[in-house]
């Protein structure tokens, strides 16, 4: 199954890189819709201005929910300044890092 990555801020070359790769990648008003699932979040700005970002990237678990496992939690990465390679590799590992830990 394709895993979902939300893109906070439009990024036209990641974009395509992580479609030709397999991902579902999405916005963040359809990553934002209730029932929607989100195996991470790409951003590029400070997590403070993010409302997006910290809405699905949040301490006590996804949307506020504590008693959700942590591996159903979106991961969150900062790609400001990567390529597309590069954000597509630390996002490979971060995905297979919370995979390991369930």
Partial sequence: MAK?????RPNGQLE???RA???KVVGPVAASRPGSHVDA???????AESPLQHSLID???PAG???M????EPVGID???????QAASLLEERLRHRHWRR
């Fill in 65 to 67: 929910c504590p008693e």
């Fill in 79 to 85: 790609v400001r300044g990567m390529s597309p390679e």
């Fill in 41 to 47: 979040v790409l951003y590029g700005a400070d997590p």
């Fill in 16 to 18: 395509n890189y992580l």
């Fill in 21 to 23: 790769k397999g991902y």
């Fill in 4 to 8: 979902t990555v939300a893109l906070t």
């Fill in 69 to 72: 496992d942590d591996t159903a």
């Fill in 59 to 61: 301490a006590d678990g």
